[in-house]
């Protein structure tokens, strides 16, 4: 007999509809799996013979053929198993026909029988509801994440023989804890432990910060060490804008089908992703050889990437961001295969400004050496970073400034302000507004335009640094509430885009 289950697996970071159908004929006891699938689907023929027998139920003791359709389409994991076994059952009889109709399951299976947790959850049972399969049931521990797809109506199981008994109405389906949406629970305990209150002195740099949180814009710091630039960087989530409603799901389900663990909540603070220098290339844009996963500037989506110490990872790495910071997308394509991974990230990166590190008046560096260090970062990446200072160490008399909670009440003002402005764009902030477009949404008047041309001028811009050094004074304009774009606002721009020397 034939039997056909709907189920889902992962490809990248979204979910691809599968139709397992399972065909049980007479002939040798067989067991063979079509369809791409990759190894750890083809080992999956003993965990379900042990499954279904350790659930009470018989192995059919013939050919049993597996095809996973659409055949074009590279399966991997273990989330179809329980789609399989119930297959199997189906075409031996074991099951009552039409009990599957409608239904799509998701699922990994122990040798006892327990259905296992698989990752993604969120993005597969999404990927199920847009294909018209509302209906899904998926193990206990995923019921919680399953549920925030809005439209789906979902299910769970503990184990095979278990759900057997609920398909056929003889037990009821189990319950599950509902997970949280209030924004509140998406905050951390330890989010409070950083803020800007501790942070004694560097007013222009506070400033810089406040400004790249408002306007989403790329930050370099470079200095010695010890100056704070860390420091900095590690306060800067703490006066970023929650994510919307729509951007907190999104993060969720990239996170999810990254195998992260589920927190029982939606994510409604900005991900901070911080590498260390020696992640390769694949780490952090993605790759991989045969399944394609994300890199840290996915995971960063909608978030905050770190980088520190900037000069020490690989110059190919660093060169391999420039495309993701200008089309905030990640395209990897491999033999049969091509994927895009979203990538709209913040990019702030501290580093020295030589190999010793050291204030000028101590730096041992030859001449040579230093034009080695700062050939590292190329000039390509450099000149995609909206904002560039230079941090000095402050000063024992320095006191020190506002709260982050106050700074980021600005900072959600600004936000809101420029979704307001481009409502009706693919954009939501001042830093993704595409240079072609920078001078027609960012009207200047007389004196402001005239500063502008003398910017480029006096500064030998490119086209793209003269688009960003008038996204930032938007912003700077937007922070302070003002309607329109000064040369006032245009000059404090343009200081906080300084030359790296």
């Known amino acids: 007999m034939l039997a056909a289950v709907s189920s889902a697996t992962l490809t990248g970071v979204d979910g691809q509809p599968v139709t397992v159908e399972v065909h049980v004929s007479s002939g040798l006891p067989a067991y063979q799996v079509v369809g791409l699938p990759d190894t750890a689907v083809r080992e999956s023929r003993e965990r379900v013979r042990a499954a279904v027998l350790s659930s009470g139920m018989q192995w059919p003791m013939q050919r049993i053929t597996v095809n996973l359709a659409p055949g074009g389409v590279r399966k991997s994991g273990s989330g179809l198993e329980l789609a399989v076994a119930l297959g199997v059952l189906a075409a031996s009889e074991q099951l009552p026909t039409g009990v599957l109709d409608g239904v799509a399951v998701l699922g990994e299976l122990g040798l006892d029988g327990s259905v296992r947790p698989v990752p993604g959850a969120l993005a597969l049972v999404d990927s199920l509801t847009r294909a018209g399969r509302p209906s899904v049931v998926v193990p206990i521990a995923n019921a919680a994440e399953a549920e925030l797809v809005g439209d789906a109506h979902v299910r769970a199981a503990r184990d095979l023989a278990e759900l057997r008994a609920c398909l056929q109405g003889e037990e009821p389906w189990p319950d599950w804890d509902p997970p949280l949406v209030d924004p509140d629970a998406g905050l951390d305990a330890d989010d409070d432990l950083e803020d800007l209150a501790e942070v004694r ?124 910071l200008e089309e905030r997308v990640v395209r990897i394509s491999r033999q049969g295969m091509s994927l895009a991974f979203p990538a709209s990230f913040q990019l702030v990166a501290c580093t020295n400004p030589c190999p010793c590190g050291r204030v000028p008046a101590e730096c041992c560096c030859t001449e040579p050496a230093k034009a080695r260090y700062r050939r590292r970062l190329s000039a390509p990446l450099v000149d995609r970073f909206d904002l560039r200072i230079a941090v000095a160490a402050p000063l024992a008399s320095d006191v020190v400034g506002e709260s982050s909670a106050t700074v980021r009440e600005r900072v959600v003002g600004a936000v809101a302000r420029q979704r307001a402005r481009y409502a009706d764009w693919r954009w939501s902030y001042n830093a993704h507004v595409p240079a072609g477009a920078v001078a027609r949404l960012v009207p200047l008047g007389a004196d402001a335009e005239c500063e502008w041309h003398h910017l480029m001028e006096e500064r030998m811009l490119t086209g793209r640094g003269a688009a960003r050094i008038l996204r930032v004074a938007r912003t700077v304009a937007d922070l302070a509430d003002a309607p329109d774009v000064t040369v006032e606002h245009l000059s404090v721009a343009a200081h906080m885009r300084e030359d790296l020397s």
């Open 201 to 324: 002195g560097l007013s222009f740099a506070r400033r810089v910060l406040e400004v790249a949180a408002a306007g989403g814009h790329h930050l370099l710091m470079w200095g010695p060490p010890g100056t704070g630039k860390t420091m900095l960087a590690r306060r800067l989530p703490t006066i970023l804008a929650p994510l919307e409603p729509a951007e907190a799901l999104e993060v969720t389900r990239i996170h999810s089908a990254a195998g992260l663990p589920f927190r029982g909540r939606l994510l409604h603070s900005r991900p901070v992703r911080a590498p260390h220098h020696t992640a390769s290339t694949p780490a952090l844009v993605g790759g991989g050889s045969t399944r394609l996963r994300p890199g840290e500037v996915t995971l960063a989506h909608r978030g905050l990437l770190f980088l520190d110490e900037l000069g020490e990872f690989s110059p190919s790495a660093l060169d391999a961001l420039r495309q993701p």
